[in-house]
């Protein structure tokens, strides 16, 4: 448990540090992009605009010879004044310098004059210029430009404060910065919630693995949500806990089915075994006996064991599909049977009889029913017809000249149900008719089940498994068996095949 415990928490942290990791690259990556073009823009929007003021004085030192009053702040004459061409558009600093770089004006707060500027004031050329990029200003960040007045009549000083707007941008920066991590936090959370309401799922289905693991019952319910692909994960599961715990049943039932069959078989060995400590006390008659009926319950027993084989061997689909006949291969059998049981046993054939299908098991499946046909007409004279019923053929296949199977309404019925089965696809039907003492109506109905035999058959010999596996072998081929009394007398007996079932 506690290990289950942290793989999920270990999975959901997962989840959330990659949410958040993610979401605050991104962040970080805009709000840096984003701060570093506002603030570029902020600066050189700033230093565009000083520079065009510097350059609009010079233009105008240059065009009119002015002097220091008529840049001075104290000119009752506001209109038109040079000063305020310079103020208005940057809300700049002005101080104005007389001959020899004395302050006739001071600015607002006053701006620093070293050698440099006095000697710009002293020029004779008009628009000189000398410019500080970085002077301090009590407390504050100025940039300087000093322009000549020419003549030696002094100079123009303008400055513009520039550390308000590195104030301005390092709050903008610490705002970013707060954003991003309000961000970063807001993604973790989402990342940890989404983590969450995905791994519960996950959870769910873990603890019933686990369940599963730990009790051995397949019988868990999967709570299934959604139709996303945990969704399916989960649906997936439990079909295959549903078919795990069928196959379980099956094969626990077979194991008690197969247990009880063995057991008389063995009881009757162990018995003549028995006897055989005192067989030279027993007259010739009852030797031969015993030895016949050893011989016959070791038949028996080999034969129980190779259908037990058979049937578990039936199930595992191992055997490739390919294209057959079934009519062919239902004269394949014919011939094997008329050798073995010198009984006239008759093929015939219409329609189309190709189905995909497992060659072995077919054939197994339709040569149980011809031997449980001559085992239960061991002294009839008829002949045994096996009578194969595909679909109509296409046009331009050739026709058959095989008689035409004989039917019966219950047959008739069973094609149609089986047609409907399939999406109104016609199944090949084969059917082996015999003229025997027939099937009880109460053993009609579980004549296809395991190791099941009628009252009347219980002496014969025989497993009880040869039309299981029948049900089977149709099953697999998308199929059904069927059983029904025939017309004067004897049985019907047979199933359906479609083609050999894909894996779900």
Excluded: C
């Excluded at 000083?50 to 702040?73: C, I, K």
């Amino acid at each position: 448990m506690r290990r289950r415990l942290r793989q999920v928490s270990s999975l959901r942290a997962t989840f959330t540090v990659s949410f958040a990791a993610v979401a605050a690259a991104v962040t970080v990556l805009v709000g840096f992009l984003s701060y570093d073009a506002a603030a570029r823009l902020v600066r050189v929007d700033q230093q565009t605009v000083f520079a065009e003021v510097v350059q609009d004085l010079r233009d105008q030192v240059r065009e009119h010879p002015l002097h220091p009053g008529d840049f001075a702040s104290s000119d009752p004459d506001h209109d038109g004044r040079p000063l305020d061409d310079i103020i208005r558009p940057s809300r700049t600093d002005v101080q104005v310098l007389g001959p020899g770089g004395v302050i006739v004006d001071h600015g607002v707060p006053p701006l620093p004059v070293d050698g440099r500027d006095r000697a710009v004031a002293g020029a004779v050329e008009a628009g000189g210029l000398m410019e500080h990029k970085d002077v301090d200003v009590t407390g504050d960040r100025y940039r300087l430009a000093t322009v000549s007045l020419g003549g030696g009549r002094g100079a123009v000083q303008v400055a513009q404060q520039f550390s308000d707007t590195e104030d301005l941008l390092r709050e903008l920066q610490q705002r970013t910065v707060l954003l991003v991590g309000a961000v970063v936090i807001a993604a973790g959370l989402f990342g940890w919630w989404l983590a969450r309401r995905i791994t519960r799922r996950l959870v769910r289905l873990a603890g019933a693995a686990e369940d599963v693991a730990r009790t051995g019952r397949l019988g868990i319910q999967v709570p299934v949500t959604g139709y996303d692909e945990v969704a399916r994960l989960g649906r997936s599961f439990d079909r295959m806990l549903g078919r795990l715990a069928q196959s379980e049943e099956d094969q626990r039932r077979l194991v008690q089915d197969a247990g009880h069959e063995l057991r008389t078989p063995l009881t009757s060995l162990r018995t003549n075994i028995s006897m055989l400590r005192r067989i030279d006390e027993l007259p010739p008659d009852a030797r031969e006996e015993l030895v016949a009926d050893l011989a016959l319950e070791s038949r028996e027993l080999t034969d129980l064991v190779n259908e037990l084989v058979a049937l578990a061997a039936g199930r595992s689909d191992t055997e490739p599909v390919r294209r057959l006949d079934l009519a062919e291969l239902a004269e394949d059998v014919a011939v094997v049977a008329r050798r073995r049981t010198g009984r006239d046993i008759t093929v015939r054939a219409t329609g189309d009889t190709a189905v995909d299908g497992r060659p072995t098991a077919l054939q197994r499946a339709v040569s149980n029913l011809v031997e449980n046909a001559t085992k239960f007409d061991r002294g009839g004279t008829a002949p045994i017809e096996v009578v194969v019923t595909g679909p109509a053929r296409q046009p331009g296949m050739p026709p058959t000249d095989i008689p035409a199977p004989l039917t019966s309404p219950t047959s008739s019925a069973t094609s149609a149900v089986s047609a409907a089965s399939t999406g109104g696809h016609v199944p090949v039907r084969v059917e082996v008719l015999d003229r025997g003492p027939g099937i009880g109506d109460d053993d009609l109905v579980r004549v296809f089940d395991r190791f099941y035999r009628a009252a009347d058959a219980r002496s014969l010999p025989g497993s009880g498994l040869g039309l299981s596996i029948v049900r089977e072998i149709s099953a697999a081929h998308g199929g059904t068996p069927f059983a029904h009394p025939r017309q004067g007398g004897g049985t019907v007996i047979g199933f359906t095949a479609e083609g050999a079932q894909g894996p779900d």
